[in-house]
DNA sequence: CCAGTATCCTGCAGGC
DNA sequence: TGCCTGCAGGATACTG
């Protein structure tokens, strides 16, 4: 479902109500407020948050602009639309259906433990279940690739064909990856910034995402380019297996 | 149930 | 230089 970027509904509700919290849930931000309600943002493929001067000029495609008492204003920058903005009433967190689908988050404690069996109970491409947000939540294909390399595992293999210690294993670098890009400021390839504008540096410990044709960086062997569901897989046909 | 494809949209790189 | 094609971080509807 194609979502609405209502901006008078949302400047109707946003009016004076204050952002008491912002909280991730998978790929999607909520910026709780009082009076209770909530601001659900998805950024897609090319969205951004940028946190600028009031006075500064606006980028091209800054489709929802927030003046904030405290000064700035919160942008949403975002050239594909892919992303968008939308209100949330208390309680539309539970009902609105993709949000109250998505699976467990990779960086919470039970993940270790729920994740392997949930996995290997699928006959799915081990890397179309990583990017199934009703799994795992939070996953996109960057990530997905990178964890995979990592953990040494053919992103066309089935999940019932994966060991339930090598799905661990999986799990394990699943959260290494995402630990290690949210301390580098996350993966800028194009566009990609924080909300003060700098840009994230995990993108030069990328070993397999956009890599196809290079060596790999542990066999020496030529990654190759699979594709999977639609999106450009990179792997080694020697060390992922 | 599952896999693959099309779709939404703009920008950019590469080929000719 | 300019035009065309394909591809890009995502999610979902549809088809077979």
Not at 60 to 76: I, K, M, Q, V
Not at 107 to 113: H, Q, R, Y
Not at 130 to 136: K, M, S
Request: hydrophobic share 40%; charged share 25%; glycine share 10%.
């Amino acid at each position: 479902m194609r979502r609405p970027l209502d901006v008078p509904l949302l400047r109707r509700r946003l009016m004076d109500r204050r952002i008491t919290a912002i909280r991730r849930r998978g790929k999607y931000l909520l910026l709780d407020t009082d009076p209770a309600g909530s601001l659900l943002i998805h950024l897609g493929m090319s969205g951004r948050m940028l946190l600028s001067d009031a006075h500064a000029p606006r980028l091209a495609h800054t489709h929802l602009a927030l003046r904030l008492d405290s000064g700035p204003e919160l942008r949403l920058v975002d050239p594909r639309r892919f992303g968008f903005a939308q209100w949330l009433d208390p309680g539309g967190e539970a009902t609105d259906p993709s949000l109250s689908a998505l699976g467990v988050e990779p960086l919470s404690n039970e993940a270790e433990d729920l994740l392997p069996p949930l996995l290997h109970a699928r006959r799915s491409p081990i890397k179309s279940l990583l990017l199934d947000q009703r799994l795992v939540a939070g996953i996109g294909n960057i990530y997905a690739v990178e964890s995979l390399w990592r953990a040494g595992i053919r992103p066309s293999r089935l999940g019932s064909r994966i060991s339930l210690g090598r799905l661990e294993r999986l799990v394990r670098e699943v959260r290494a990856v995402l630990q290690e890009a949210v301390e580098q400021g996350g993966t800028t390839l194009r566009d990609f910034s924080a909300p003060e504008g700098n840009f994230g540096y995990f993108a030069v410990r990328l070993q397999a995402y956009g890599r196809a044709g290079e060596p790999c960086a542990r066999c020496a062997t030529e990654l190759r380019e699979g594709r999977i569901g639609g999106r450009s897989t990179p792997f080694c046909p020697i060390c992922q297996r």
